[in-house]
């Protein structure tokens, strides 16, 4: 490779981390750059406050703030933090404990979820609920934030199944997870309509 393409492909890969999580599948070519100028990324990342977060084994990478030392001055924050709401990260929490549940029982790394059956992983927590419908909605918006959120990906020529990001798995720990049924149990202890708003803590 030429040192012209391979500045070219630094750019690429660098915009490409910039704008949000690089998988492997989504682009094999890029990806491959990426494993091919790690050190170059990790090194023009450095001198933005960033940190590269690359899982080899799930085929993803994505951008971190790196925490500023003691003593020094932190500098401005490039790559913002998100609050989630309530709903949000209920539905986050339900859908990393059904892949932590798929991985256990079958060696498939892809976990395929269609819209009504991640509506109805929140429905059991709303049964009492009137008005199912307006349900439905809400949650099939907060699947919507959550795919422009990188955790769920939609299936080429679907709208209504979605591939469940492995991401996730990072932002979702192990630990987390031991604590989960204590979570589910504060969940259900707002399972009502009004929770379905957007008002929830940060996750």
Do not use: C
């Amino acid at each position: 490779m030429q040192i012209i393409d391979r500045d070219r492909h630094l750019s690429l890969v660098l915009i490409s981390l910039m704008k949000g999580v690089t998988y492997m599948e989504g682009d094999p070519p890029l990806w491959q750059a990426l494993m091919g100028l790690q050190a170059r990324v990790r090194e023009h990342l450095a001198v933005l406050g960033l940190e590269l977060i690359l899982d080899e084994a799930e085929g993803y990478a994505y951008l971190r703030q790196k925490p500023a030392r003691e003593g020094e001055v932190e500098l401005p924050r490039l790559v913002q933090r998100r609050q989630l709401s309530y709903p949000i990260s209920l539905l986050l929490a339900l859908i990393r404990k059904r892949l932590a549940e798929a991985d256990a029982q079958s060696g498939d790394t892809r976990l395929i979820l269609g819209r009504e059956e991640i509506i109805d992983l929140v429905r059991t927590f709303f049964a009492d609920t009137p008005n199912s419908a307006r349900l439905a909605d809400r949650i099939s918006g907060n699947i919507a934030r959550l795919a422009d959120m990188g955790f769920l990906r939609r299936l080429r020529g679907s709208e209504d199944r979605f591939e469940v990001g492995r991401i996730l798995k990072s932002f979702v720990d192990a630990q987390w997870l031991q604590e989960f049924e204590a979570r589910l149990a504060g969940y259900r202890s707002h399972g009502t309509d009004n929770a379905l708003e957007e008002k929830g803590a940060a996750a």
